[in-house]
């Protein structure tokens, strides 16, 4: 059934920024509605321990965003399992349809609709998306016990995901393009000590190579960045972990960007002080 619902403030999306609005939001009595996405919780659900969350020296990705949402909850906000597909902010207050049906209309809206895992754009990697390519190392990684393993990236990403498959395959490659990671000192000190993991410097990934039936993977084609050599890893699981996109499809057309696809905002004090000076009127 279609309905329509007026908010002061419409936070989209429910990782860490959007549970964080919703808490800020809420004590300032603006009765927030928190629509939460196709992935309530955002990436942190996908993630195993996080150990950088001030307070907890370990906590796992998906408990922590329980206790945001609860805290979320105990302090007002509505939080809403529904998807937002269109956004007009042509006219105010601002409208926004979710998938249920539901059309809410805001004051004021808060994007906090993250980001999603980068691709490296190649024909053969989307051919073996689902079948032995993969960008999430903790949803997939059970699947390749005993077998050997490549992950591409340099960041924190990549090299989480290579600890974490060393929890079951036989080896990992960590192909990265350059001749340093710019992951943290203390995940490149576990990465660089693992018995299993072994680091292919200077290389690009070129192709994924596998067969057909059944569809898999065999190996990748790996291109020395400056001889240009090309080296066969093989490996029935290729883990991309190359960064994030901005999730921004919603208001591309509509407001201006960063060539990255992030959103251009003016300098934090004056848009921040605007908008309360312009809720508090609501109030
Ligand atoms: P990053 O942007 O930090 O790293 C992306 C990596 O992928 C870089 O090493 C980059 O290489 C490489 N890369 C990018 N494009 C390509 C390409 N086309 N081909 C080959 N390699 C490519 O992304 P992450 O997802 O790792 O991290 C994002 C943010 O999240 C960071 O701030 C990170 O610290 C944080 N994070 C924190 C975690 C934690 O604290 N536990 C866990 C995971 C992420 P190059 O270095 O040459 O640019």
């Known amino acids: 059934m279609s309905a329509t619902r007026h908010t002061r403030v419409l936070i989209i999306g429910s990782g860490p920024a959007g549970y964080t609005a919703a808490v800020y939001a809420s004590r300032a009595m603006l009765e927030p509605i928190l629509v939460q996405g196709i992935q309530p919780g955002g990436q942190l659900t996908i993630t195993t321990d996080v150990e ?61 609709t993250g980001a999603q895992a980068r691709w490296l754009g190649l024909p053969s990697e989307e051919h073996f998306k689902g079948f032995g390519v993969s960008a999430c190392a903790t949803c997939d990684g059970f699947f390749y016990r005993g077998q050997e393993v490549v992950v591409i990236g340099g960041g924190n990403t990549a090299v989480e995901e290579a600890l974490f498959l060393t929890n079951f395959a036989s080896k990992v490659t960590l192909i990265h393009r350059r001749d340093s990671l710019r992951a943290e000192k203390i995940m490149q000190d576990r990465l660089f000590k693992h018995p299993k993991i072994e680091v292919l410097w200077n290389h690009e990934v070129d192709e994924v190579i596998g067969t057909d039936a059944p569809r898999g993977v065999e190996a990748v084609k790996a291109r020395h960045v400056e001889t240009g050599a090309i080296t066969e890893v093989p490996c029935k699981g290729f883990f991309v972990a190359i960064g994030h996109a901005p999730a921004s499809e919603l208001i591309k057309d509509q407001l201006k960007l960063h060539s990255g696809g992030y959103v251009w905002v003016e300098p934090m004090a004056r848009p921040a002080r605007r908008l309360v000076a312009f809720l508090r009127r609501e109030v």
């Open 52 to 112: 950088n969350w001030p307070g907890d020296a370990s906590v796992m990705g998906p408990d922590l965003m329980v206790r945001m949402e609860n805290h979320a909850r105990e302090m007002g906000a509505e939080i809403i399992s529904d998807h937002i597909s269109d956004l007009d902010l042509s006219q105010r207050p601002f409208r926004a349809s979710g998938d249920t049906g539901t059309t809410y209309t805001a004051d004021a809206v808060i994007l906090a």
